[in-house]
């Protein structure tokens, strides 16, 4: 617990130290007032194309992040003594502040309170292992070599297909300061990026209106707290938390710069460099959101032209702007024109993309959800009439805010092109996935802009505090909802895959099998985080050596394998291993015994598997069998296998088993002969079958099924796996 | 055969007007119309490479469609440069001058001659066979797929602009490297005439040019009857280039950008010169250091890190490779 609010603080204390010189020297005066705020994310537009570009060269983040930390430490310390410190707090900037440390607080209660260790959560989504890995990864490599050299998988996914390096490298960053472990810090950096977004909504709100003390109160809360931004940062979807970021500067940038007389200055100005910066940042680090800022910008040019507002000036900018981010980052622009080209149209309806639906009943957010108010994570729809008035009424105050705001121009093009994208993804198209992005890429935008409208709709004081109070509440009431949700059934690195990092990998020089290559089923999250921890991101330990014959285990007899001992999160199937070389409380590595005789020779009653209750069902299935489902198993296949060891010889063998549907036929062979051929039905039921030839020793049991059937389709369930029998045991008797 | 001709007209044309692009805002840009088509080539092969490693090939287009490939790329980047650049230019004066027409008229007879030599002879082979490969498979994709690295890989300077314009044209790389290199070596001559001349400190004298030009071309055509590749007039244009720009350097953006652009070229075509190169400039600025009355140190600085910022990788290969 204190590691983690100690590197919590610590990396405040770097981020505001570091950014001070740099945010002094290219911040444009006109933003001075907004310095605390605009400070962190100065920092990182600076650093991420910095970073980004020494990596391209071939420079690890291990040797050019204590480059930049000198170079940007003494700017800062340059600037401190020989311009007049830019600081300026108020008591709504404290109050910031502490709604921040509330917020993270609020967001890494669990490691807080059951961890213990300094780690990485996530409601369920698996993304936060390419996050890790690659920042691991960048720590000690550089962006150049990995274009030439063999990446494992969870690498190769960021590195080589969306060329998104930026979210990575900036955790890079930290770890190669603190001398981290990516699983350390990658949840932490997300929850401080995203605390750090929300005081730009207030910042937005003073660009658009005017500096409110109430007005800075709603908007936010209403962001921090947002049960729709706080389902995305606890999935770990960290490209889409930097964005909402680089989305707030980009937003304050272009409505303080575009129509003022700044961009009527001839040349490339501060606010050029700045707003290339950014787009550049943007692009290296999460460009699939990227149209939604840009689109809005080509319609204002076309309103400029139209209105005949200096649309030359404009334009002049555009293009400045425009090239000087692709100077900076064509490399990611092109490759993004490429990768969202295919993404937007290659993907198909109701498609999922990483979170499940979270209700069945009108799964789309209605913009009174939207802002938080009603959490479609817990809640089932409302009743069709108050949620249309509800709505209206949201609707209402952002289009009165729209209009109050300063800037209508250009408010009203990124709003009309941010409905579009709900019509094209919600009702053109129908696709909840894509629906869902589009609303948590746009919300900040309409938190700000229904929070201009809620102060200028409603003037008198009491009842402006009232219906503040009953928002902040419903919102709260959202939040905690989920965040108790996210307590609940949330996923760890715990400290069962954080021993892992004992293992002593410098001296095993063969490679080790993790669980996941002896049993698929195993959940992704135990899978990925022992893979994590052994393989290391190298290819040392990574196995290549695979038994090809479809009756034996797939790793090689002797090799050895990693093996649960106990787990939060499964239950570690029993194997039999040999030669122990390594383990703890929670795993153990040894060599795997799984040939016929090497299990003759294990002490314990191998005649008879009963699902559920038996110790080695893992060590008796060889192929063809799906996950355990407490007391019973399903074949995934035609024909699956399996093996018992009888130490007497054999005279009978029982099998409760049934069918998914009729007509179900089910041939038996135990060691090569034909026992039987029966129908199955679909209720339990126990056929018991002789057996001649009897020996002691190990009995090969093979099934041959007529029919693969698929519950999604026999509507019994959403289960779409194919499956033949489900069973329950089956015994030598 | 005519045809040809033609094309290597509307080449030319296509890397002056680049080129033109840049020269456009140099300080001195009375002869910017010889260097233009350098730095129009220099352009669309950066513009070439940079889509390459972003796993887009010059030719094959992306998710069958008809438009999404690097030629179109590299004319979207033009035309966003050519928006920035006529927007932001001072004056409109390209460096043509009605005067020195006979002296455009001889270059571009000498072009022709050259390239109709050319075109009876081999040409150089391992440019057009990389030129050809490079059209449908990217130089990022391919190393993904080969998992390490060789200088033939990433060392494709002269391919590419043999790539592109053989797909535009749609001639095989064979016949487009005869064309190039026709050229080029014309395009050289008026590279070292005005050297020459900065470096003897003489105003500029058609007469005198005449006779040195018909020196010169008459020398690159006893060296080319004997045999050079591509890569050796390439090598020699880019040092020239960057030589004469070194000489007459003001130290605008768009000289500093036309010097990175040079560099980054360099490196393409061959990593030894290019560092080379990269030493002599370096010590340039060490000497700028002592010589506080004409350059400071940031001066020189400067076109380094555009070049870093501009193709980082690219450099990062040829400085490492």
């Avoid at chain 2, 072009?111 to 075109?119: C, E, Y």
């Avoid at chain 2, 960057?242 to 490196?267: G, P």
């Amino acid at each position: 617990m204190l590691s983690t609010l100690y590197y919590l603080i610590l990396t405040f204390v770097v981020i505001y130290i570091l950014g001070y010189g740099v945010t002094n020297i290219v911040l444009p005066k006109k933003l001075f007032p907004y310095f605390l705020w605009l400070m962190p994310w100065i920092l990182i537009v600076v650093l991420i194309p910095s970073l980004i570009i020494l990596s391209l060269l071939g420079v690890p983040v291990r040797i050019s992040a204590p480059i930049l930390s000198v170079i940007l430490f003494s700017l800062s310390v340059y600037t401190f003594y020989r311009v007049k410190p830019q600081l300026q707090l108020t008591v709504k900037d404290a109050i910031i502040a502490f709604v921040i440390f509330m917020n993270i607080l609020f967001n890494i209660i669990p490691i807080l309170r059951r961890e213990g260790i300094l780690t990485t959560i996530s409601i369920g989504n698996n993304d936060v292992i390419a996050y890790a890995t690659v920042a691991d990864y960048l720590v000690d490599h550089s962006i150049s070599e990995s274009f030439h050299s063999r990446l494992l998988l969870s690498v190769d996914n960021l590195l080589h297909d969306g060329y998104r390096w930026g979210t990575p490298i900036i955790s890079s960053f930290f770890l190669a300061i603190f001398r981290l472990s990516g699983y350390q810090f990658s949840y932490l950096i997300q929850t401080i990026l995203f605390s750090l977004t929300f005081p730009l909504a207030y910042v937005f709100i003073r660009v658009l209106y005017k500096p409110t003390f109430l007005g800075m109160f709603l908007a936010v809360i209403m962001t921090a707290f947002n049960a729709n931004l706080l389902y995305i940062l606890y999935n770990n979807f960290f490209g889409q938390v930097l964005f909402w970021g680089l989305q707030m500067v980009l937003f304050i940038l272009f409505f303080t710069y575009f129509g003022s007389h700044e961009e009527k200055v001839s040349g490339i100005t501060l606010y050029d460099y700045v707003i290339a910066l950014t787009i550049a940042t943007l692009f290296f680090s999460y460009h699939e959101p990227a149209v939604f800022m840009f689109i809005p910008l080509v319609l204002y040019l076309l309103w400029r032209f139209i209105s005949r507002t200096d649309a030359l000036s404009y334009l002049k900018k555009l293009a400045i702007i425009g090239l000087c981010s692709l100077s900076i980052s064509s490399v990611s622009i092109f490759n993004a024109i490429i990768f969202d080209f295919g993404q937007t149209f290659a993907s198909k309806k109701g498609q999922p993309i990483g979170w499940e639906l979270f209700r069945q009943k009108i799964p789309y957010a209605n913009p009174f959800e939207a802002m938080g108010f009603y959490s479609i994570h817990s809640f089932e729809p409302m009743p069709t009439a108050i949620a249309i008035l509800l709505s209206l009424a949201v609707l209402v105050l952002i289009a009165w805010g729209i209009f109050k705001a300063r800037q209508r121009p250009l408010t009203v093009c990124f709003t009309i092109v941010f409905f579009f994208f709900y019509y094209w993804t919600g009702v053109h198209n129908n696709n909840f996935y894509d629906y869902n992005r589009a609303l948590t890429y746009t919300l900040p935008f309409f938190i700000v802009l229904f929070t201009i409208g809620f102060f200028e709709l409603f003037k008198l004081r009491y009842l402006r505090i009232g219906l503040i109070t009953i928002l902040i509440g419903l919102v709260m009431f959202s939040s905690l909802k989920l965040n108790k949700k996210f307590r609940t059934i949330y996923v760890a690195v715990d400290r069962s895959f954080a021993s892992l990092h004992n293992v002593p990998l410098h001296s095993i020089h063969e490679p080790i099998y993790t669980e996941a290559f002896v049993d698929s089923t195993i959940p992704y999250w135990v899978q990925n985080w022992t893979g994590y921890f052994i393989y290391d991101n190298s290819f040392i330990h990574w196995p290549t050596k695979f038994n090809e014959a479809p009756l034996l285990n797939k790793v090689p007899e002797n090799s050895l394998i990693l093996s649960g001992k106990y787990s939060r999160w499964y239950y570690p199937p029993k194997r039999v291993l040999k030669n122990i070389v390594w383990e703890n409380e929670y795993y153990r590595i040894g060599r795997l015994c799984s040939s016929d005789a090497c299990i003759r020779s294990v002490n314990a009653d191998l005649s008879k598997m009963v699902i559920g209750s038996s110790d080695w069902e893992n060590v008796l299935l060889l192929s063809g069998w799906s996950m355990r489902e407490g007391d019973e198993r399903w074949s995934d296949s035609l024909e699956p296998s399996m093996r018992l060891v009888k130490k007497t010889p054999a005279t009978m063998i029982s099998i409760e088993t049934k069918a998914l549907k009729e007509p179900q036929n089910m041939d038996l062979f135990v060691n090569d002969a034909h026992i039987a051929s029966i129908q199955l039905s679909t209720d339990w039921k126990k056929y018991t079958f002789p057996i001649t030839d009897g020996h002691d020793g190990v009995y090969l049991i093979q099934f041959k099924f007529s029919k693969l059937y698929r519950p999604s389709d026999l509507k019994t369930s959403r289960d779409t796996r194919t499956l033949s029998a489900g069973f329950r045991r089956i015994i030598l008797e | 055969m005519h045809i040809y001709l033609l094309y290597s007209l509307l080449i030319l044309l296509s890397l002056v007007f680049t080129g033109s692009l840049f020269t456009v805002h140099m300080k001195k840009n009375n002869v910017a119309v010889f260097y233009s088509p350098w730095i129009g080539a220099i352009y669309i092969v950066n513009i070439g490479l940079l889509a390459n490693f972003s796993k887009i090939p010059i030719s094959k287009t992306v998710f069958n469609t008809p438009f999404f490939n690097g030629i179109a790329f590299i004319i979207a980047t033009i035309f966003l440069t050519a928006i920035v650049s006529f927007l932001q230019a001072k004056n409109r004066n390209f460096g043509f001058r009605k005067k020195d027409i006979l002296l455009y008229v001889f270059y571009w007879i000498c072009i022709v001659v050259f390239t109709a030599v050319f075109f009876n002879k081999l040409g150089d082979v391992s440019a057009g066979k990389r030129a050809g490969e490079i059209k449908t498979l990217s130089l990022a994709d391919e190393m993904f797929v080969k998992k390490h690295i060789q200088n033939s890989q990433w060392q494709v300077g002269i391919p590419v602009l043999i790539s592109v314009y053989s797909d535009v044209f749609k001639i095989s790389p064979f016949s487009m490297s005869k064309i190039i290199q026709g050229i080029f070596i014309v395009l050289l001559a008026p590279l070292v005439a005005y050297l020459i001349m900065k470096i003897v400190k003489r105003k500029k004298n058609n007469t005198s040019f005449f006779i040195f030009l018909a020196i010169f071309v008459g020398l690159i055509l006893i060296f080319q009857i004997r045999g050079s590749t591509l890569d050796s007039v390439f090598i020699t244009g880019m040092i020239l280039l960057i030589a004469n720009l070194t000489l007459d350097y003001s130290h605008v953006l768009a000289e500093e950008f036309i010097l990175a652009q040079a560099f980054i070229y360099l490196a393409a075509i061959n990593s030894n010169v290019f560092k080379l190169a990269l030493i002599v400039f370096l010590l340039m600025t060490v000497s700028g250091f002592f010589n506080r009355k004409k350059h400071g140190v940031l001066i020189f600085i400067k076109p380094i890190f555009l070049m870093i910022i501009l193709n980082p990788l690219l450099v990062g290969f040829a400085l490492r490779f």
